[in-house]
């Protein structure tokens, strides 16, 4: 039938999956829904499922909300390539190995809409002060220790753009220039992240250390 990721707000996919099995006329007891980050214990399980047997004018849907496990991913590479069309997956979660998203399909359900928190917008300021005046690694150990409680990858690459269109407007040059470099440190490392379940606290911190500590 069909595998796919969705990619938009929660809101979003609801109201997608709602239309989707209201038109495909899939029953409620036909549907699987994982709530929690799939184990590789639920991936057999839905290889078991698939194996069953279903009459032919029913469909049969899967729904991974959470992040799996690198472990259950691999475990359904073949089965992703070899669903059946009564038979649809759909991943919610963009955090999914490259082998996972080459095998399926993403549907883009609207851009997010990029309304920074002040806290988070403070935390990313502070960041850039502290690195123009020349306290680069406590400063990024001290963003990392409290980012990283709350606050998500996503939101991080919104604040450094928000405080980078902030320090243009301002005029202030030294702000312009970190803000400049604190954003482009970011791009490859969250694209990392996101594609490959890599530590994201790690990560970031690894980008920021070679891009501002001499």
Do not use: H
């Not at 490392?189 to 790690?202: A, D, E, F, M, V």
């Amino acid at each position: 039938m069909d595998r796919f990721i969705l990619s938009g707000s929660q809101e979003a996919k609801e109201e997608y999956m709602g239309k989707f099995i209201k038109e495909n006329r899939i029953l409620s007891y036909n549907i699987r829904v994982f709530t929690e980050p799939l184990k590789i214990s639920d991936a057999r399980e839905i290889k078991r499922m698939l194996g069953l047997k279903i009459d032919d004018k029913q469909k049969r849907l899967f729904i991974i909300e959470s992040e799996p496990t690198i472990e259950a991913q691999n475990a359904l590479l073949k089965t992703l390539e070899e669903l059946s069309k009564e038979s649809c997956i759909v991943f919610y979660s963009p955090n999914l190995l490259p082998t996972v998203i080459s095998r399926c399909r993403t549907v883009n359900l609207g851009a997010r809409k990029i309304e920074p928190k002040k806290e988070q917008v403070d935390q990313v300021m502070s960041l850039i002060g502290g690195l123009g005046e020349k306290r680069e690694l406590y400063s990024i150990l001290l963003f990392s220790d409290k980012w990283f409680q709350n606050d998500n990858i996503e939101d991080l690459q919104i604040c450094a753009r928000f405080a980078l269109l902030s320090s243009i407007s301002s005029r202030d040059y030294q702000k312009i220039k970190f803000s400049y470099r604190l954003l482009r440190a970011l791009i490859l490392p969250c694209s990392l992240i996101l594609s490959n379940n890599l530590n994201k606290r790690i990560a970031i911190e690894k980008a920021l250390i070679e891009e501002f500590v001499s």
